[in-house]
Structures are given as C-alpha cells and as structure tokens.
T-cell receptor
C-alpha cells in the first residue's frame, strides 16, 4: 500500500526566513494531496488540497509544489512568522474509501 | 471554519474495560472517519462511516472496535475490551461527501491511555 515519508521531523526557523518540508510517496496512482497544520491543543486544519494536475499551488505565506515524476510533495513556508509554529502533516489519497495516508509530521518552531 | 468536537480529550482506563470516544461532526456532514495515532507514529486510517454503515475499515479496526451514530447524535468509537496497544490519540473527522478529493475536517483528538 501507499507509504509516505515526511522530513524533517523537526525544523527551527528564524522569523522571516523560509523553510521547506518534503513528503515522498510511493503510489504513482495517488491523486489528491493535502497539507494540514496542527497548532498546540487544536485539531488538524487544512492548509491546502492539491490535485495531481497542478504542480504549483500558492497559498497565503506558503507554496505547495507537486513533483509527480519524483513523487514528492513539498510545503514551502515563505517569511516564517511565529504563527507558523505548529506541526505540519502531509497526506496522500488515491481513493477516500481507503483513507488518507499521512506523513509522520514536522514540528516547526519559529524563533525571533 | 467548520469544527469537529471530540469528547473526552483525555481518558485513562484499565485494560479490559470498555471505552467510548465521542465525536460531534460538522453539522451538515455525511461521512465520518476515525484515525489512530500511536505516539511517535503516523496517523492511520481506522474506519469510515456513511448512512449508518461502515463503508471501509483498515486492518487496525479490530473486532473489539465498533462505530455508530444513532439518530444524528455523536459519532462514537467503542472499544470493548481495551488492550494496552489501544493507547493512542484517536482523531475523528467528517466530510460532506465521500470519495477522493473531498476535504476532511478533523477534531483535536482524544488521547486514550490504557493501563
């Protein structure tokens, strides 16, 4: 079945700098890709949903890149600020009936 | 945005006892899910539920697990009897529609500790 590797597990970022989290998946039939953000004491909040047809996806303060050739999904935080401190999870889906396959998560800490 | 509420947030229970985890999904959602995350491991799909029935379940969804949502009340995950390996955070999620591409909204998780 699908496997998703997410790295790094921890990331310390100076405020204003950029940061990259990368997920590598195995199933070439994966079609939907998600990034979730979990702040302390809160549920997972959807950051972005990406379809396999779109390689570059711009969000507010971040960009999601999908490289289907290398089976990689990345989350690029631009100009990190303290509100970006959270755990970020990628998730991949071929079919919801089988559920999402999640990465292990990346704990991002933004320091001044 | 839409919120999924989970009760309790934490529970400690003796091995062999029964536990029920409750989920209040987003009000107009029709599909409901449970995921399990053991400490230090990935969040893994357990089960999804629609129209009163289990649609799909993973190998993690043991015979001791059951789910139901009686008459629009809480969507529940019951474990009876509990085992030590059931210690984990259980996340409930809901979506308006099923199938690939629909957005899941997750709760904050219920941390279960079986002793």
């Amino acid at each position: 079945g699908e496997q998703v590797e997410q790295r790094p597990p921890h990331l310390s970022v100076r405020e204003g700098d950029s940061a990259v989290i990368i997920c590598t998946y195995t199933d070439p039939n994966s079609y939907y890709f998600f990034w979730y953000k979990q702040e302390p004491g809160a549920g997972l909040q959807l950051l972005m949903k990406v379809f396999s047809s779109t390689e570059i996806n711009e969000g507010q303060g971040f960009t999601v890149l999908l490289n289907k050739k290398d089976k990689q999904l990345s989350l690029n935080l631009t100009a990190a600020h303290p509100g970006d401190s959270a755990v970020y999870f990628c998730a991949v889906s071929e079919d919801y009936a089988q559920g999402l396959t999640f990465g292990l998560g990346t704990r991002v800490s933004v320091f001044p | 945005g839409p919120k999924v509420l989970q009760i309790p947030s934490h529970q400690i229970i003796d091995m062999g006892q029964m536990v029920t985890l409750n989920c209040d999904p987003v009000s107009n959602h029709l599909y409901f899910y449970w995921y399990k995350q053991i400490l230090g491991q990935q969040m893994e799909f357990l089960v999804n539920f629609y129209n009163g029935k289990v649609m799909e379940k993973s190998k993690l969804f043991k015979d001791q697990f059951s789910v139901e949502r009686p008459d629009g009340s809480y969507f529940t995950l019951k474990i009876q009897p509990t085992a030590l390996e059931d210690s984990a955070v259980y996340f409930c999620a809901s979506s308006y529609a099923g199938g690939s591409g629909n957005t899941l909204y997750f709760g904050e998780g219920s941390r279960l500790i079986v002793v």
